[in-house]
């Protein structure tokens, strides 16, 4: 008999144990994440009197594809355009204590004559608080629906997506020996390149491709083409120079967009979870109790750092985000927590070998000691702010919280000039980088096939037209786009003045496409300068002057646009998200509101006329939810079946007694219902039995009786079923289910 790989020994010891350590923590009402790290720390070599794990080699494969996948689970969740309706505010918030609390880490670290790049990744640990704990906390307490949980969580997301960014930028930083501040601006400049491409490039194939073979996709096949992009994402981006989790991140982010985004996030936490808990249970295999004592010290130092540093940071954060004195402790205390993604980045440190063993268990250490701290800095909040506010003159406090509502102005129509300009700018970097890109492929790779099948100059014609040919949609776009628009006609009606302008903001993106079309032409003719931007002239002016290249880049541009909005118009129709005619009704006390259908609800088969809900509430129905359908306008034929959504339009009075209407008038529960069981009778008919000479259907069996012909004995161990026209005889033995008083008394009587 073969031996058992290793490897699976070494699972079944890491689930094991894991499975018994996070059952004991569920009972005690702790995060499941310290679960797993005390159990890898249970099965790790630093515990002599129990199994450790035997090739740590092999584990340590399984938990980077484990990160891989927590990444892509969180890009599941993330929405660029949830983001961008965010505003500024979480965006300050988020940068502010980032920025502190990795100034700060990284200030403790040279206290402690730390090398230069453990301070760097050890300000990155300390910047990034956790949202799973801090999410099970406000659960735990009864605070996930107040104000200041919202603003948290918001800055929490902001914190996940800075988090990614980070860990580009300190792959980039370690490879280099000197990092500096060009280095750190090229990796942001490259990030933000591939981040517009690859997001632009996959809203347009993704979703189209889902769209194309919705049909096909059976659960099993949706997780395989889910996980199989979410892997081919992660070794592009890991051939370009970023990391497997970055490229993860990505493809999540690009599938929340996807009509299919909840059913890939159901399909895909089991997987997310199996490997989270072996990498969780990784990290706890490197907590060295030795390291643990002998740096005490920092650890405390860590643990104060974080939980002082984020009561400061983090309230002058929310402060200069708008909020007052109080919202900004309740939330900057919140945070004083080190999250899942100092795991993550201390990884990717001893990945790349370019930080010291004991960094991560410290880390692991100082992350366990905040997590127990975090309910109590919650319930701290609040006393210390009214210990502030006891101990600060009025003046000051007044000042304070005026720092917090000071810049908050409302929002006042923004000027065509900025409305254009900003368009403009999207769309120019947008259609930049897609040209670019595309150009980079036919020149690097298109080019190098040709050459193998045709001469050298034919070769670099064929892919020069190539080339031309596909980025020509781009190209007018980045040209002709927002000329037309209704901001660019009416500054140039408004004032002569603005004609100059605006003919340069041509100017600009033409000469950004004749810079494109001389570098392709360049490249592959060597023509005289003179001659190439001649040319590329020449070529823009008759794509701009193209029809046909008109037409495909406004389709392209509109598949891009229903991709992008594709969750949200499914998310309207399925009953999800409020109908958008609701925030433009005229009167202010009318407004919208879902009402459930109970499953056994009185009204259940009635038509809408039937109810007079007009009549009797004041109400009007708009849609009608079933499933996955969705009726507009019901007329007053439409059935109301049990589990129906349905979307009122009302009055707050008229809405509430209809809603309290629909959920009293259900059918009262059975009071006899243990006498309603079902049960099989035999019956032999007699001569004088009243069903004899008498058709199934004249026998009043079913209607009569309430019970049910199931078939007439033909042999020992037969049963046949009975035509309607056949007519009983004496001697028929016939078999009926029904309750038992109907089956009582149809034997009395026949």
Not at 733 to 748: D, P, R, T, Y
Request: charged fraction near 15%; proline fraction near 3%.
């Amino acid at each position: 008999m073969a031996e058992l790989p290793d490897l699976i020994k070494d699972l079944a010891l890491i689930l094991i144990v894991a499975s018994v350590v996070t059952l004991l923590f569920k009972k005690l009402n702790q995060p499941l994440v310290l679960g797993y790290i005390v159990a890898g720390f249970v099965v790790s070599p630093h515990m002599p009197l129990t199994m450790s794990v035997i090739d740590k080699a092999d584990i340590q494969t399984w938990a980077d594809i484990g990160v891989m996948f927590l990444l892509f689970s969180l890009g599941l969740d993330f929405s660029f355009k949830k983001i961008l309706k965010m505003g500024m505010a979480p965006v300050i918030a988020a940068v502010s204590i980032v920025f502190s609390m990795a100034m700060l880490g990284m200030i403790v670290g040279h206290a402690f004559g730390w090398e230069h790049m453990d301070c760097i990744f050890l300000g990155g640990m300390l910047a990034m608080s956790s949202t799973t704990i801090i999410y099970k906390a406000f659960d735990d307490m009864g605070l996930r629906q107040q104000r200041f949980a919202g603003l948290v969580m918001s800055v929490l997301i902001l914190e996940d997506i800075l988090a990614i960014v980070m860990m580009v930028m300190l792959s980039a930083v370690a490879s280099g020996n000197n990092p500096d501040g060009g280095q750190m601006i090229e990796s942001l400049l490259k990030i933000g390149f591939f981040l517009v491409l690859w997001f632009v490039v996959g809203l347009y194939v993704v979703p189209t491709f889902l769209r194309v073979t919705r049909k096909l996709m059976t659960d099993e096949t949706l997780v395989i083409v889910s996980l199989g992009l979410c892997c081919a994402m992660a070794w592009i981006s890991t051939a370009v120079g970023f990391s497997s989790a970055f490229g993860a991140f990505v493809m999540g982010s690009i599938l929340a967009e996807t009509i299919e985004v909840e059913h890939i996030e159901r399909l895909v936490l089991p997987v997310k979870n199996l490997f989270g808990a072996i990498f969780f249970v990784s990290v706890g295999m490197l907590v060295d109790p030795e390291v643990l004592v002998k740096y005490a010290g920092p650890i405390v130092a860590l643990v104060v750092t974080i939980v002082l540093g984020q009561a400061i940071f983090g309230t002058f954060g929310f402060m200069l985000s708008g909020q007052p004195l109080k919202t900004a402790m309740r939330c900057g205390f919140s945070m004083a927590q080190v999250g899942e993604f100092a795991f993550i980045i201390a990884s990717l440190g001893l990945s790349l070998h370019v930080i010291s063993d004991f960094i991560y268990p410290v880390i692991v250490a100082v992350s366990v000691v905040t997590t127990f701290l975090t309910p109590y800095m919650i319930r701290a909040a609040s006393p210390a702010y009214n210990t502030l506010e006891r101990v600060l003159p009025r003046r000051w406090v007044r000042r304070l919280n005026h720092l917090g509502t000071a810049h908050q102005t409302t929002v006042k129509e923004q000027g065509l000039w900025h409305k254009l300009l900003r368009k403009m700018a999207v769309n120019t970097l947008i259609y930049t980088i897609l040209c670019i890109a595309v150009t980079a492929v036919m020149l690097t790779f298109v080019l190098q096939f040709t050459r193998h099948l045709l001469p050298h100059w034919w070769a670099n014609g064929v892919t020069g037209l190539l080339t031309l040919f596909f980025i020509s949609p781009f190209m007018r776009a980045l040209v002709m786009k927002n000329n037309h628009s209704d901001e660019f006609r009416e500054l140039w009606t408004e004032s002569r003045l603005n004609r100059l302008p605006l003919i340069f903001t041509v100017l600009v993106r033409v000469t950004i496409a004749a810079f494109i079309l001389f570098y392709i032409c360049n490249y592959l003719a060597r023509f005289a300068n003179a001659l190439v931007i001649t040319l590329a002239v020449v070529l823009i002016v008759l794509m701009a002057l193209s029809r046909n290249l008109k037409h495909r880049s406004i389709r392209l541009e509109r598949r891009f646009i229903q991709n992008l909005h594709s969750r949200d118009i499914a998310a309207q129709v399925t009953g999800q998200r409020r109908p958008l005619f609701e925030d433009k009704l005229i009167d202010r006390d009318i407004h919208g509101c879902d009402v459930d259908i109970p499953e056994d609800s009185r009204w259940a088969g009635q038509s809408l006329r039937q109810l007079r809900l007009a009549s009797r509430f004041g109400v009007h129905i708009s849609s009608i939810l079933r499933g996955h359908q969705r009726i507009n306008i019901p007329g007053g034929d439409d059935i109301i079946f049990p589990g129906d959504r349905l979307q009122a339009i009302g009055n707050d009075d008229q809405l509430q007694a209809f809603g309290q209407t629909v959920k009293n008038n259900v059918m009262p529960m059975d009071p006899h219902i243990e006498d309603r069981e079902m049960h099989l009778q035999k019956l032999q008919l007699s001569a004088d039995s009243l069903l004899i000479g008498k058709s199934l259907g004249d026998s009043g069996i079913r209607d009569y009786y309430n019970c049910m012909l199931v078939g007439v004995e033909a042999g020992q161990h037969a049963l046949t079923m009975i035509s309607a026209t056949r007519k009983f005889r004496p001697g028929d033995i016939i078999w009926v289910v029904g309750e038992k008083q109907s089956i009582k008394k149809l034997l009395a009587d026949n």
